[in-house]
Nanobody, 120 residues
Framework: QVQLVESGGGLVQAGASLRLSCVVS????????RAWFRQAPGAQREMVAS???????TYSDSVKGRFSISRDYAQKTVSLQMNSLTPEDSGVYYC??????????????WGQGTQVTVSS
């Protein structure tokens, strides 16, 4: 069973930085992709950044150049460095892992979320 635990959220002022971390316990399953999503009140959950097992990264247009996703295999963590935060970055941030559970079968696993609030 894959388990994810996020940490690092908080309340900051616009222009500040935050670093989110997610410990991914893979339960012995290969992890294909790790990603960060966020959800603002009344809005749909959206992908912020992802990192494939190959190392390739993807970012939403709204965070390109400001956010950086990274992974640490030894610590089994995936982190999201967020710089130049704006109030529009506020929301609950979720860590997601895509695990390979069989031939041609993947399953998504989610963390419980961590709140990020950016004041103007």
């Amino acid at each position: 069973q894959v388990q994810l635990v996020e940490s690092g959220g908080g309340l900051v002022q616009a222009g500040a930085s935050l670093r989110l971390s997610c410990v991914v316990s893979d339960g012995g399953l290969p992890i294909l992709e790790r990603a960060w999503f966020r959800q603002a009140p009344g809005a749909q959950r959206e992908m912020v950044a992802s990192i494939h097992s190959s190392g390739s990264t993807t970012y939403s247009d709204s965070v390109k150049g400001r956010f950086s996703i990274s992974r640490d295999y030894a610590q089994k963590t995936v982190s999201l460095q967020m710089n130049s935060l704006t109030p529009e970055d506020s929301g609950v941030y979720y860590c997601k892992a895509v695990a390979i559970i069989g031939v041609g079968k993947n399953r998504d696993y989610w963390g419980q979320g961590t709140q990020v609030t950016v004041s103007s």
